[in-house]
């Protein structure tokens, strides 16, 4: 079956604009989480969405950064007035329900800020 | 709050010898661990998981890796290394306790393996 998708798969920006990045999750995946990926360091966990639950925003770096999730599947991540620091590979994820399930990964979005 | 440790930046071994990746972690109670792989221009891929049981888990691609509760370690192992296995390698955790925890990564460990 298809696997994480992630679009776009490289955006270019200028400082101060506001950027979306999509991701269509496994069918059936009731979790979706991003993940930043910055250059010679691990993941950051930004944001996780749960079902119909409140999301976990607690990995935001900023009132910049927010997140939705339509239908319980297709998520966007939405970076408003863009930042040189934002610049990082953007990595989405999904998985079934419970701790003991792993992630399945997109192909992730590189965005640079210039 | 859980964490976890890849004390190695980079780890360099030969075609054909065995090779270690290590990890050791921090969590409240039992923990869920799991490996993956990125290679170059991609997302992670998914290699192993230890949820409970045997403490030995085998994967995809050959490799295994060791539970061992008491070092609070989680090593990565292959018995022949493949030119093909260089990439960088994570370790991940997550508490099996208390309901939902995100799964917290390690800053990964760059595997070479050379001809």
């Known amino acids: 079956g298809a696997g994480v998708s992630q679009s776009p798969s490289n955006k270019v920006t200028e400082k101060g604009k506001d950027v979306e990045l999509r991701c269509d999750p496994i069918s059936g995946h009731t979790a979706l989480y991003w993940y930043r990926q910055s250059l010679g360091q691990g993941l950051e966990f930004l944001i996780y969405?749960?079902?119909?639950?409140?999301?976990?925003k607690s990995g935001l770096p900023s009132d910049r950064f927010s997140a939705e999730r339509t239908g319980g599947s297709v998520s966007t991540l939405t970076i408003q007035r863009t930042q040189q620091e934002d610049s990082a590979v953007y990595l989405c994820a999904s998985s079934w329900t419970g701790a003991s399930y792993e992630q399945y990964f997109g192909p992730g979005t590189r965005l640079t800020v210039t | 709050a859980q964490s976890v440790a890849q004390p190695e930046d980079q780890v360099n071994v030969a075609e054909g010898n065995p090779l270690t990746v290590k990890c050791t972690y921090s969590?409240?109670?039992?923990?869920?661990l799991f490996w993956y792989v990125q290679y170059p221009n991609r997302g992670l891929q998914f290699l192993l998981k230890?949820?409970?049981?045997?403490?030995l888990v085998k994967g995809s691609y050959g490799f295994e890796a060791e539970f061992n509760k008491s070092q609070t370690s989680f090593h990565l192992k292959k018995p022949s290394a493949l030119v093909s296995d260089s990439a960088l390698y994570f370790c991940?955790?997550?508490?099996?306790?208390?309901?939902?925890?995100?799964?917290?990564f390690g800053k990964g460990t760059m595997l070479l393996v050379s001809p």
């Open positions: 991940a955790v997550r508490g099996a306790m208390g309901g939902y925890s995100t799964l917290t």
């Open positions: 969405f749960q079902g119909n639950s409140a999301p976990d």
């Open positions: 230890y949820i409970t049981g045997d403490n």
């Open positions: 969590v409240s109670g039992n923990p869920y």
